[in-house]
């Protein structure tokens, strides 16, 4: 069965229920929205600050390929193998974004038998966070061209306002508009364009906050551009935006509670993309979940090179978080396209590419032992066209490393196919002291952060930028030199050539915008090619989703 068909089939409780059952949540604390999903409120999150912390363990994967890797699933297998356990575990994830739904990526509920449900309501409009978002990104973005066409008081410069506006959608026709035009009662005429409400900055100050009070103070923090002397900035709070926006944000600042197809929670709030913002789920949710659980599972996008690191140097960094372990996830398909494999040939046995595409495993897994300080277990997430040959290569070549490495079969079997991977990981996280390190030190320059990364983690000879890119850092050093690095590059290598794969090294790697996200708290260094409003693929994936007359969706994967 397809993915979509297995999550119709599941026998759902209610959520209320649920969180009554094994956590001791009275309803009076939930807001539900129909009967399986729910929102928490923060009077109870905030009840919960005395308890103590349980552990907090990172999944996270090999450079992605078309072929697939699956930390979502893993993530979820995980989660329910430690339940099955006897142990106390909660998985926290990310709300999928409708772009990659109806485009190439497909949803974010995981796969098989390891989901959560219900997969097309996630998949969709869920509880409306990723909306109301959007609305208070435009609403900023209305404000600003209002302010302007109705005197200027503030003095802003409209070739410098850096505040786009945003869709959640993938429409490569938006990236570069003109707005205002019509005449003068539409206002100025003026460039402006259009990002993903994943790469929002509003996004990542809801996934960063730690209360209604620090959500507002982010809001008006933000730097919306600069008035006509070039240097000063204007900020959302000049224009009183931030009450509003905040309003706008009343419940999408909630966690909202769901199930896996094995009845355990998980908690899904927040979704920024790893590849152009920090692709972490919210610091509410994760907190929330370490004092209700023992054993927290979560994500972090893309590759380890990407939302690993940011996981690490910016949601680990402000949030005071310690992880205690990362899993990190491979397929045999996936290293063989790394190997040099095309995705039509992936599911014939092939030792030689296997061996070649190795190097991509071994990066990560070196940057997660070396650079992050983390204890790390290598999942071969599982597929049916692995042969005998392939994993007893790949076991062994992560042995020859001294990693532990288990084959999990959680997307066929569920929480039962996780087991293995789920005492691996209780062998560490039981014995050892949480402990980690960061990439970068926070008193470094903004340019020496960025070429930490690139050549601690991406295997880069250096980094390079032009000229006015290199001034606008040496610019907000003052101000700003604190502030950790976000870095938007391809996902697919860990050069920003994407066609770049295994483990390029040497290369140059080059940063062509910096962008301030003062309300956020770090500094956005776009890589190479990277946009930040992706396009559909030719074949879209929505050409294929669909709804029957009893309302039942199809295609959704």
């Not at 190997?339 to 046995?349: D, F, H, Q, Y």
Request: with cysteine.
């Amino acid at each position: 069965m397809s993915d979509i068909e297995i999550a119709q089939q599941a026998t759902m409780k209610p959520i209320i229920t649920l969180a009554q059952e094994h956590y001791g949540i009275e309803a009076e604390h939930l807001e539900p929205y129909g009967h399986y999903k729910a929102k928490l409120s923060l009077e109870y999150v905030n009840s919960l600050r005395d308890k103590q912390d349980g552990k907090l363990i990172l999944v996270t994967a090999i450079s992605p390929t078309p072929a697939g890797e699956g930390k979502t699933t893993t993530t979820v297998g995980l989660g329910d193998a430690l339940n099955r356990l006897g142990k106390k575990a909660i998985m926290c994830l990310r709300e999928p974004s409708l772009g990659p739904c109806f485009g190439v990526k497909g949803g974010a509920a995981g796969g098989g038998y390891s989901q959560v449900v219900p997969m097309e309501d996630i998949n969709l409009h869920f509880t409306g966070d990723f909306h109301a978002i959007g609305v208070a990104h435009n609403l900023l973005s209305a404000l600003i061209d209002n302010h302007i066409n109705h005197g200027n008081a503030l003095d802003i410069d409209p070739r410098r306002i850096q505040w786009k506006r945003v869709v959640d959608m993938n429409d490569r026709a938006l990236r570069n508009i003109v707005v205002g035009m019509g005449g003068p009662a539409n206002g100025y005429l003026r460039e402006d364009g259009y990002d993903s409400v994943v790469a929002s900055e509003v996004m990542a100050i809801l996934c960063l906050a730690t209360s209604r009070a620090d959500l507002k103070a982010r809001l008006g923090r933000i730097v919306i551009g600069y008035k006509f002397d070039k240097v000063t900035p204007v900020y959302a709070r000049d224009l009183n935006a931030q009450g509003a926006m905040a309003a706008l944000l009343k419940d999408a600042i909630k966690p909202n509670l769901v199930q896996t197809l094995e009845n355990n929670i998980a908690i899904i709030h927040g979704g920024p993309f790893a590849n152009i913002a920090h692709g972490c789920n919210t610091v509410t949710a994760t907190k929330t979940a370490l004092k209700l659980a023992d054993y927290v599972v979560t994500e972090a996008g893309f590759g380890a090179d990407l939302g690993a690191e940011k996981f690490i140097d910016i949601k680990c960094r402000m949030a005071g978080l310690t992880p205690s372990a990362v899993v990190l996830v491979a397929t045999v398909r996936a290293l063989k396209f790394h190997g040099g494999v095309a995705k039509e040939a992936l599911n014939t046995e092939d030792l030689i590419a296997l061996e070649k595409g190795f190097v991509n495993l071994e990066r990560h897994l070196n940057n997660i032992t070396e650079h992050y300080g983390l204890p790390c277990v290598v999942c071969i997430n599982h597929f049916t066209f692995d042969t005998d040959a392939e994993i007893a290569l790949l076991q062994a070549k992560c042995e020859s490393l001294g990693a532990t490495c288990v084959v999990s079969k959680h997307w066929a079997e569920g929480g039962a196919g996780a087991e293995a991977m789920a005492k691996a990981v209780l062998a560490i996280v039981d014995n050892r002291e949480p402990s980690f390190r960061y990439v970068y030190d926070e008193d470094a320059s903004l340019w020496d952060k960025i070429t930490a990364i690139a050549t601690k983690l991406y295997g880069a000879a250096g980094i390079t930028a032009s000229p006015k890119v290199k001034a606008q850092l040496a610019a907000w050093q003052a101000d700003y030199g604190k502030f950790p690095i976000c870095i938007a590059k391809t996902q697919m290598s860990f050069s920003t050539n994407p066609s770049a794969k295994g483990a390029p090294s040497g290369h140059i790697f080059q940063i062509n915008d910096v962008r301030l996200a003062n309300g956020a708290g770090f500094i956005v260094a776009i890589a190479g090619d990277m946009m930040t409003m992706p396009g559909l693929p030719k074949v879209p994936a929505a050409e294929k989703i669909d709804i029957d007359d009893d309302g039942r969706i199809t295609g959704l994967f």
